[in-house]
């Protein structure tokens, strides 16, 4: 335990990245560089840099029935029989600090994959509030059209290098509910992590069901990471979901940080909250390392 704090510490320790002033505000332009309009400007005195050196990084791609799906994948150099970790992003997309994340797994001898799961919907990072990208981009996203991007990555991921008998997810707001569903969905995930996903809901033909709609049949153990003070998922709803896995003897767990709300771990926004951020990466490290994602 105490080289995987040693590992996290290195990680998150890092010196924030140092941004000019005419780069803090600029939009995402590709794969994991920039961010999203609805976000800027970004908090660039509290973002964690995270380097490339001994990775192979960058953008890859593949074709999903006739669509080309990019990614941002990261991966130790020149290494093989790697386990797998999906980073599922926020409603903003695959911009510079889901890329840090993978870049993250990838130090810790991860291959990360990071797709870009709205490119059929459009751009995440074109609109300029959270209330237009949700009604033009999020909400005509249908979970199976994840699902299957998400198998067609982890294959992906099998021929290049990793061994999808160690598979794990991991992700953020959006990406945070993604992780329930797909882990439901993929007897092959191992263990996953869910950061502020929400757990119950409106549902539609597109999103036919929520995280706790899959509970009683969830097989994967998921850490669910939450605040206590986010307004958007009320404490009550993961009660709700503990106690609907409780009851079909998953044995998922859940951290919730009093007084900390939404997007505690999004380093480039004002709703960082740096011990949140780091308590709930060490222990997504050591839950994915307890369950054989290592």
Known sequence: ???????????????PLSVPADRRTFLKTALGTGFAAAVLPVCAQTMISTDTVGLTAGEVSITVN????PAYRAQPEGKTNLPVMLVISE??????????VTRRFAKLGYLAIAP??????GDPGSYGTIAELNKEIISKVPDQQVFGDLDAYVKWAGENGGNINKL????????????????????????GAAWYGRLVGDKSALMPQQAIDIAPTLKTPVLGLYGGADAGIPVQTVEQMKEALAKAGNKSEFVVYPDVGHAFNADYR?????SAA?????????W???????
């Open 116 to 121: 870009e799961l709205f490119v059929r919907q």
């Open 278 to 286: 780091k308590d709930g990466w060490t222990r997504a490290i050591a």
């Open 288 to 294: 994915f390392k307890a369950h054989g994602v290592s």
């Open 66 to 69: 006739g669509q080309k799906v």
């Open 270 to 274: 004002t709703s960082y909250v740096a």
């Open 168 to 191: 794990g997810i991991n992700g953020f707001c959006w990406g945070g509910r993604i992780v329930w569903l797909y882990s439901a969905h993929n007897p092959r995930i191992k263990a």
């Open 91 to 100: 409603i903003f997309g695959v911009h510079e600090h889901i890329a840090d």
């Open 1 to 15: 335990m105490k080289d995987l704090q040693n590992d996290v510490n290195s990680l998150l320790g890092a010196t």
